[in-house]
């Protein structure tokens, strides 16, 4: 954490420590609008990275402000609340709520942090949404050596390993579950099943096999990154809106607090 950040932190934080002790109800009222005002700002996070004018602060100040407010976040939530559960079914709701809040941002940190890492482990950098033409064009290959080792050689291995194992490995995005927790068993089963049809093989098909290989662990590393990409881009879609949720919650919360506290006088 930077010293600008943990200042940042602590200057938000002291007044209610000294509050607190003036003026339970102050620190009630105080720290439910700085708590809008902070959760405002963290849903703002995802407009400033659609936005490349005005230069609002590099993308990575707005990536650690978002990270040191949340936590801020959750401490004025403990403040605001009394560490206590509400009991009224919309308050129960909005606790609930910025509960998941926290816990999916907590998550999303963590997937941040460890997830770029394995990436640059298992093959190149690779666009999301350019994976599916990769996988087309490793596809369109691998069928041109089945068709070339056919028309070259008498035997029908390569095609007979095609048809029994490729065709369903080729045609989309496979293991996802096992990519999460970085297996490759089924890369693996693959290549060890076409290693062994090599000692059956010519010379021109051993050629063709080999190129097979490297396709295989190829595509199975597309896989990879679709996976984890994948789960990133599915946190996002839970994230954002469910902040979007809670501000609107938010807004009902204020408006019932102070309908009931200035409309019955």
């Not at 938000?12 to 700085?34: E, H, K």
């Not at 004018?53 to 407010?69: C, E, N």
């Not at 789960?231 to 009902?252: C, E, N, R």
Request: charged share 20%.
């Amino acid at each position: 954490m930077s010293i600008a950040a943990l200042a940042l932190v602590l200057l938000i934080l002291t007044p209610y420590a000294i509050g607190y002790r003036i003026a339970f109800s102050d620190v009630v009222v105080t720290s439910g609008w700085l708590l809008f005002a902070v959760v405002v700002f963290l849903s703002s996070y995802n407009l400033r990275k659609k936005l490349t004018y005005p230069p609002l602060l590099k993308s990575s100040t707005w990536l650690q402000m978002h990270i040191y407010l949340g936590i801020a976040a959750m401490v004025i939530f403990l403040f605001h609340t009394s560490g206590k559960v509400p009991t009224g079914h919309l308050d129960i709701a909005l606790y609930a709520l910025f509960t998941l809040m926290v816990a999916s941002g907590l998550f999303g940190f963590y997937l941040t942090r460890t997830i770029p890492t394995t990436l640059s482990s298992r093959g190149n950098e690779v666009i999301f949404e350019r994976i599916p033409l990769f996988r087309r064009q490793i596809k369109d290959r691998v069928e041109q050596i089945i068709l070339q080792s056919i028309e070259q050689s008498a035997s029908s291995i390569l095609a007979e390993f095609y048809e029994s194992y490729l065709m369903y490995f080729l045609a989309g995005p496979r293991n996802v579950l096992l990519h999460l927790v970085r297996s490759e068993r089924t890369s693996y089963r693959l290549r060890h099943e076409l290693r062994e049809s090599d000692r059956y093989l010519d010379e021109q098909d051993k050629v063709l096999a080999a190129e097979l290989d490297d396709l295989i662990k190829l595509k199975d590393d597309l896989d990879f990154h679709y996976a984890r990409q994948g789960l990133l881009k599915l946190w996002l879609f839970f994230h954002i809106p469910m902040t979007l949720v809670l501000l609107m919650f938010l807004v009902a919360h204020i408006v019932l607090i102070y309908a009931f506290t200035y409309g019955g006088s």
